[in-house]
């Protein structure tokens, strides 16, 4: 039931763009984005629901196709801020709505060089 | 600052001990989480209260013992514990348990080494 992330590391220079992909072999409600720095708290990036729709802020968006049970996180124009790890977080549909708890990947580590 | 705390931020202990990790949550959530994070393993759900009621206990030994006294504050006794249970132990709340897409918002964690 654990979702699939990859790539599983990336390196960045400043201003270059990453994708990470989150993979699930399930039926999906939703997908959450988190991004956790080294030695801190996970912090929440955004929520996508069912129904394929894409969201973003600043330069870090994400998209969920409902066909390919999948997720992506963008992020453009990188800055060094954005290192960390990144985790996708899936809820599993259930009748029309979630089983009720979140299922985390293994993580992808973004670093990013100036 | 999240609104969730956690204390303590460090923890040895031996095998025989029993230690409590506390968490508490300002945001006025109803639903709280214990996460464990071991190196190289995705996060993983420990238990899940909603309204101060256990909704899930996913298969946790019982050497590890949560309490919830009010909406605001989760505890995990903690004894007779493994090496092999060292790890990052998180706690998080959401405004209510996952039903549709709330976010949670996650403590800094407990570091906890068990020699």
């Known amino acids: 039931q654990q979702p699939v992330q990859s790539p599983q590391a990336v390196i960045l220079r400043e201003g270059e763009d990453a994708v990470i992909n989150c993979s699930s072999s399930?039926?999906?409600?939703?997908v959450h984005w988190y991004r956790q720095k080294h030695g801190e708290a996970p912090v929440f990036l955004m929520i996508?629901?069912?129904?394929?729709e894409q969201k973003g802020h600043d330069k870090i968006s994400a998209s969920f196709n409902e066909k390919k049970q999948q997720s992506s996180l963008y992020l453009t124009a990188s800055q060094l801020s954005y290192s960390g790890t990144y985790f996708c977080g899936t809820e599993i549909g259930y009748y029309g709505g979630s089983q009720g708890n979140l299922i985390f990947g293994k993580g992808t580590k973004l670093s990013v060089k100036p | 600052e999240t609104g969730v705390t956690q204390t303590p931020r460090h923890l040895v202990m031996g095998m025989t001990n029993k230690k409590s990790l506390k968490c508490e949550q300002h945001?006025?959530?109803?639903?709280m989480y214990w996460y464990k994070q071991s190196a190289k393993k995705p996060l993983e759900l420990m238990f899940v209260?909603?309204?101060?009621?256990?909704?899930e206990n996913n298969s946790v030994p019982s050497r590890f013992s949560p309490e919830c006294p009010n909406s605001s504050h989760l505890f995990l006794h903690l004894h007779t514990l493994q090496p092999e249970d060292s790890a990052l132990y998180l706690c998080?709340?959401?405004?209510?348990?996952?039903?549709?897409?709330?976010?949670?918002?996650f403590g800094p964690g407990t570091r906890l080494t068990v020699t």
């Open positions: 399930k039926a999906l409600y939703s």
């Open positions: 996508l629901l069912k129904g394929g």
């Open positions: 945001l006025g959530h109803n639903a």
């Open positions: 998080a709340s959401s405004q209510d348990r996952l039903a549709g897409g709330d976010e949670q918002y």
């Open positions: 209260y909603n309204f101060k009621e256990q909704t």
